[in-house]
């Protein structure tokens, strides 16, 4: 059987060849590929990726619904292409390099070759962290001498490590980051100290309080409620307007753009220039794009595409802003009585 290292390399992260416009996308295909896979191989798999792409990939195959035939087909087929040209040699593992090398240099000298070459040991602990709340995070270390923390958020991703710097007193900000930047080797005693730190993180974790998205539940709540949904908002928005402003927010999320009618549609690409859907469907998933563009005329939608290509990358910041003055406008439209707005999926009946 295939290393599971390997087929996460392969199966997940190396499908990033263009394929034909109506073929899914590489992340569309690493996630048919793994629910092909059954659900043992597939955890396998994923205790192989890092947090973000575990994120991303666990999202998209949640969504994955009504897959074609082909669709499948295709996706396995890239995804045994690109094993057949791996060439089935792989690195020598952390044990077999650890042995040898005691053996060549003495087990101290072997040591230090080898956390240069894999990190120190401390990783794979920080790594089970990258689930934690940063802010949880920030608690913990509040308390520690800045050296102590500095070290800490070292062995943190950037992403995490700016969270959990946001998360602490302002104040002590600045000489954290100096610490940071002046770090370049670590001793054993800090590096045992650091141990000592994270095992206790570890330990207390299991008693960390969950994490709830209750703005998101709110919103699915409420567009399933039956009855007039906007007095209910408005009673909301009596008690906690900023709340309620948040909430509308998470009831118009971008994505509900792809299961609307074909008139509201139409009358939704009306009201946004065509600038800010160029921008707004920069990595869209082609549920969205494919609805909107099918319910542009023929030549409008060719002209539409050939201005996504001229406008080049966008930064991920700037997508996202755009999404959400569209949406704005689609609330606009909606309570102004202009389109009726479909906020989540109905079950069909024949």
């Known amino acids: 059987m295939a290393d599971r290292n390997n087929l996460a390399e392969v199966g997940v992260l190396g499908m990033d060849t263009l394929t034909p416009a109506t073929a899914p996308t590489p992340i569309e295909q690493a996630a048919i590929v793994l629910l092909s896979m059954g659900e043992e191989p597939a955890a396998a798999v994923l205790r192989c990726l890092s947090r973000e792409e575990l994120l991303e990939i666990t999202q998209v195959m949640s969504r994955l619904s009504g897959i074609k035939v082909e669709a499948v087909k295709h996706a396995l087929q890239h995804f045994f292409d690109d094993y057949r040209e791996q060439s089935g040699v792989h690195g020598a593992s952390r044990s077999f390099l650890k042995r040898s090398l005691d053996l060549a240099l003495g087990s101290e000298i072997a040591n230090s070759v080898l956390n240069s070459i894999y990190g120190d040991a401390i990783r794979p602990k920080m790594a089970r962290l990258q689930w934690a709340s940063p802010k949880w995070l920030a608690e913990r270390i509040a308390h520690e001498h800045v050296r102590m923390q500095a070290v800490f958020i070292a062995f943190l991703p950037p992403a995490m490590a700016s969270q959990v710097i946001d998360a ?114 920069k990595g869209a998933e082609p549920l969205i794009r494919d609805a909107i563009l099918q319910s542009m005329p023929r030549r409008q939608a060719q002209s539409f595409e050939d201005m996504m290509r001229r406008t080049g990358p966008v930064p991920t910041s700037r997508v996202e802003q755009v999404r959400q003055e569209i949406m704005a406008q689609v609330r606009a439209l909606h309570a102004a009585g202009e389109i009726d707005v479909q906020l989540f999926a109905e079950e069909v009946l024949e």
């Open 168 to 281: 602490l007193p302002p104040a002590g900000r600045d000489l954290l980051l100096l610490n940071v930047a002046r770090l370049k080797e670590i001793d054993q005693d800090l590096l045992a100290e650091l141990d000592e730190v994270v095992t206790r993180c570890l330990d207390s974790l299991s008693m960390q309080s969950a994490s709830v998205e209750g703005l998101k539940q709110a919103a699915e709540i409420l567009n399933r409620l039956p009855g007039n949904k906007q007095q209910m908002v408005e009673l909301l928005r009596a008690h906690d307007p900023a709340v309620v402003s948040e909430l509308e927010v998470s009831m118009y999320d971008f994505f509900i753009l792809s299961r609307q009618t074909e008139d509201t549609l139409v009358r939704i690409i009306e009201a946004i220039a065509p600038e800010q859907w160029a921008i707004a469907l």
